[in-house]
Structures are given as C-alpha cells and as structure tokens.
C-alpha cells in the first residue's frame, strides 16, 4: 500500500516549517513497511490564519481552497493508479486545511491534528459546523495531545472516541544529548514569531532579570514589532532574535543552552520542548493545552510572573 501524507508547509515565508513531516515520513517507513509519499501544497503566507482573518485575502484563500482540492483529488488518483487500483492510505496533517481538501473527496481519511487548526476552529464554531459531515468521514484522528482530543470531541461530539489517538509527533533522531558544557546564563527559545508563541511575554521577563541572556530562533510576521521591544527595553545586548535555524544547527544550540522557555498559549503540544529535552536541556514553559503532556521541567502559571523563577532556575543550572 502507498502512504500519502500531505501539508500545507514549508512555504517562501517559513521554509523551516512542517519539518517534523519528514520525521513522520521516516517513521512511517520503518513502523510500516509502506512506501511513502509527501505532498504538499503551500498557501505561501505565514500564518495562513491570519490571512483568512483579512477579507482583502478571502479571494486568495477560496482559489487556493478549490485549486488544492482538485490538486489533492488528482494526486490520489494517481497513486492509485500506481498501485494498481488499490486504494491508498490518506493521512492529512491539519484538519483545516488539508484534512477537509482530503475528505471532500474520499471515504476512510487519518487526520493529524496538531493544534492551529483546532483552536481556530474553536474561535470560529459555524466554520466547524460546516465542515461536520466531512468529519465524519473520517476513519481516524489522530491528537498530538490529550487536550487536543477534548478540543476535537468539543467541536464533533459525534466522533466515537475510540477513532481517536493520542500520539506526538516523533521527533528527529539527530536530536540528542552530547553532554558537552553548557553556557552560562544561557536561555533560548524556539518557534515561529507569532503573537500566540508569547516571544513579547518571555522578552519582558528577561529584561527583568539582569544576568540572563536569551537568543530565540525562527522567523514569523512578528519579528519587526519584537525587534521594537527589545530595542525599546534597552536589552540588546542580551536579548538576540537569531533567524531560522536548520536543525543541525537547532541540536547544538539545545545542548548549548542551560533552559528552554516558552511562554506560548494555544499550543496543541509544543515538540520544541521536547526536542529541547532530548538535546538534555531543561524546559520552563506555561502549564495548560498541550504541553501538559510533555512533562515540562519547571511549569509556571500563566497568571505567574516568570522573570525571578528564571533567574533562580539558571543560576542553580549554571552553577551546576
């Protein structure tokens, strides 16, 4: 049997985004035996929410809707037709938007659901609705994150429970402990520079906390506005925004940091902490959503103020 997985990522503007599909793709291979196929089909801007928050984008959106549909359907056709008229194995990243392209065509999709598209859905309830009989086509969901389950079961409560899994998103096996030293004072963090991943909250609390440095990875539509804030706090000098990263350079930073933060909302499970504690660097992040699942190392409050937890937390790791 052919296995087609299919995305929306890596696009112009965040080519380093949806790389775990290709861990997915790798561990596909070795669990199944399958042969496996990745498609995928960018929207070209990043976040795709925020676009469809813009009515001057709602004509973009509606072509890529019907264009990737049609493009989907043909794919599948395809292979298909290359494995001899037997019916493949679909598994669409996202609900929203691959999940729906896929099930408006075929019966006995697999959907990953990975956190955006479930808690947009959640903010926009008839969207959900509209798409219910899709749904429940369906043959099986997959939730990266026990709280995305109870997000999916919220949405469609007609879904039996036992056609959903709880599973993460493996990880990469270059991400590894080289139990080299660690830099002291050192904080990093990792993701998309979106106002949900809470980069202005963790720069705040930096700046409050004198001897910490702190260098964040990824590129997003909120680097200018987060670039503002560090020169208007004045921290520069220790607060760094880095760029994009391939992930061999990602694994060296893991291991050189002494704690990863991330104080994001809305996150379906947050596999850079978990890179992060593969790599043997410790994680402070907000306890709730997803990340409850990957067993953070020092969890605060969202209502907490983090920036004295932080100093206390890396002056005992780089002591040690």
């Avoid at 036992?162 to 096996?173: A, D, K, L, T, Y």
């Avoid at 705040?204 to 260098?215: G, K, M, Q, S, Y």
């Avoid at 503002?228 to 940091?257: F, Q």
Wanted: charged fraction near 25%.
């Amino acid at each position: 049997m052919i296995v087609m997985l299919t995305h929306n990522y890596p696009n112009p503007d965040n080519p380093l985004a949806g790389l775990f599909v290709q861990d997915h793709e790798e561990h596909l291979r070795q669990t199944t035996g399958e042969e496996v196929r990745v498609f995928n089909y960018p929207f070209g801007e990043y976040p795709m929410t925020k676009s469809i928050k813009n009515p001057l984008k709602w004509p973009k959106f509606l072509k890529y809707f019907f264009t990737t549909s049609r493009t989907i359907r043909r794919d599948v056709e395809t292979c298909i037709r290359d494995n001899g008229g037997t019916p493949v194995r679909i598994i669409a990243h996202w609900w929203i938007p691959q999940g729906v392209y896929a099930a408006t065509h075929f019966d006995g999709i697999e959907v990953i659901c990975h956190g955006t598209d479930m808690f947009w859905l959640q903010k926009y309830p008839m969207i959900a609705h509209h798409y219910s009989e899709r749904a429940r086509k369906v043959r099986r969901w997959q939730c990266v994150s026990s709280h995305l389950k109870s997000v999916l079961l919220e949405l469609y409560p007609f879904v039996d429970e036992s056609r959903i899994e709880i599973e993460p998103m493996p990880i990469g096996r270059m991400f590894e402990n080289r139990h080299q030293p660690r830099e002291k004072n050192l904080v990093i963090s990792v993701g998309s520079l979106i106002k949900r991943k809470g980069f202005d909250r963790l720069i705040n609390e930096i700046a409050a906390t004198p001897d910490v440095r702190l260098d964040i990875y990824g590129q997003g539509p909120e680097k200018d506005s987060l670039q503002r804030l560090i020169d208007s706090l004045r921290v520069g000098d220790r607060v760094r925004l880095m760029g994009p990263a391939p992930r061999e350079e990602l694994v060296k930073v893991y291991n050189r940091a002494v704690l990863f933060a991330l104080l994001s909302h809305d996150e379906g499970f947050g596999l850079v902490l978990k890179e992060a504690q593969a790599c043997g660097c410790k994680t402070l992040a907000y306890l709730g959503d997803g990340m409850v699942d990957t067993k953070i190392d020092f969890p605060v409050r969202r209502d907490e103020p983090v920036a004295d937890r932080i100093a206390a937390i890396v002056r005992d790791l780089s002591a040690g």
